[in-house]
């Protein structure tokens, strides 16, 4: 949480200029701290300081909605993500996308979450 708390404070203050860095982050924090919902408010936030996401973005978020077993948002997060230009899911956005169907039971989506990772010419790796 202090991550969250520090990043806030320099973006609320304008005591010194987030880059991409300090937004993935913070990012990647709040999907941690189970807080998926501000990971991806984020995401549009640091467009407002001519910031723009990266896959690391994107992915982070997606893996927060995946655990919090909420597999839409996850794969909502992932269209968005396709559609962002000169960003490409890699390996581990798409295996977030296919975690967060599997943990929800739902074996098909997961299924086919994995093949759109094949036919983007990405091979899943074991771990």
């Not at 404070?9 to 990647?28: K, Q, W």
């Not at 807080?35 to 984020?42: E, Y």
């Not at 230009?85 to 929800?104: C, G, K």
């Amino acid at each position: 949480h202090e991550v969250m708390e520090t990043l806030r404070t320099m973006v609320g203050e304008g005591e010194h200029r987030p880059d991409l860095r300090s937004f993935n982050a913070l990012i990647a924090a709040h999907a941690n701290a189970g807080q998926p919902d501000r990971a991806a408010a984020w995401i549009h936030r640091m467009r407002g300081w001519g910031i723009e996401p990266d896959a690391c973005s994107y992915t982070s978020a997606i893996a927060g909605f995946a655990r919090a077993g909420e597999p839409e948002r996850a794969a909502a997060v992932m269209a968005e993500m396709r559609l962002a230009p000169n960003i490409t899911a890699d390996i581990r956005a798409h295996s977030a996308l296919v975690e967060a169907f599997a943990v929800a039971g739902r074996v098909a989506e997961a299924a086919g979450a994995l093949q759109a990772a094949r036919d983007a010419g990405l091979a899943p790796t074991g771990g």
